[in-house]
């Protein structure tokens, strides 16, 4: 089965950083993408980012207004993805997911954390 | 940025309804499609890929069509479980978006 779980979360003052991680079991880690998506109170999805499988060179791709402060990284030998938040606004105050990309010829998001939350507050 | 437009925003429906959700891209993404399902307080669960395929596991009374610019959820016979928030994705190219949202609400 696979599974999914962040950790991380927390109240943070607005310019400071908070490191999220994810931790994947059930399937062949290395081989998948991981996409990091958030979403603020009573608000919709947002994609934040994703991270490439080493095949792909561990490449990432980042929304535009995460980019420059955000890093997403993963670790194959742990099955982690963390997510690096740097200079955090009120406005990235969400819960954040990670997910799975199916891959192949079809690029859903398959599989999903439970999510943390994220607090940003002074 | 390729922007992704739901109708309706909110959608009041009766068990055994068949109901329909639209997704407008703002420019071509051939197939590049998902819909998702959201539950209150839960994470979003992948109903359909590739526009019209039906992810494992999901009842059949769900199904996808559309190609381009416009996309269409169908739910056919609305069950309890299936009053929740929609949302459309595409992955043609970067960045990924997401649709704001349809909420299925039971009337």
């Known amino acids: 089965e696979v599974q999914l779980a962040e950790s991380g979360g927390g109240f943070v003052q607005p310019g400071g950083s908070l490191r999220l991680s994810c931790a994947a079991s059930g399937f062949s880690f290395s081989d998948h993408y991981m996409d990091w998506v958030r979403q603020a109170p009573g608000k919709g999805l947002d994609w934040v980012g994703r991270t490439r499988n080493k095949a792909n060179g561990y490449t990432t791709e980042y929304a535009a207004a995460v980019k420059g402060r955000y890093t997403i990284s993963r670790d194959d030998s742990t099955n982690s993805v963390f997510l690096e938040m740097n200079s955090l606004k009120t406005e990235d105050t969400a819960v954040y997911y990670c997910?799975?990309?199916?891959?192949?010829?079809?690029?859903?998001?398959?599989?999903w954390g439970q999510g943390t939350l994220v607090t940003v507050s002074s | 940025d390729i922007q992704m437009t739901q109708s309706p925003s909110t959608l009041s429906a009766f068990v055994g309804d068949s109901v329909t959700i639209t997704c407008r891209a703002s420019q071509t993404i051939t197939d590049s499609l998902a819909w998702y399902q959201q539950r209150p307080g839960k994470a979003p669960k992948v109903l359909m890929y590739?526009?019209?395929s039906l992810e494992s596991g999901v009842p059949s009374r769900f199904s996808g069509s559309g190609s381009g610019t416009e996309f269409t959820l169908a739910i056919s016979g609305l069950q309890p479980d299936d009053f929740a928030t929609y949302y459309c994705q595409q992955y043609h190219s970067y960045p990924v978006t997401f649709g704001q949202g349809t909420k299925v609400e039971i009337k």
């Open positions: 997910a799975r990309v199916r891959g192949g010829s079809s690029w859903q998001l398959d599989n």
């Open positions: 590739r526009s019209s």
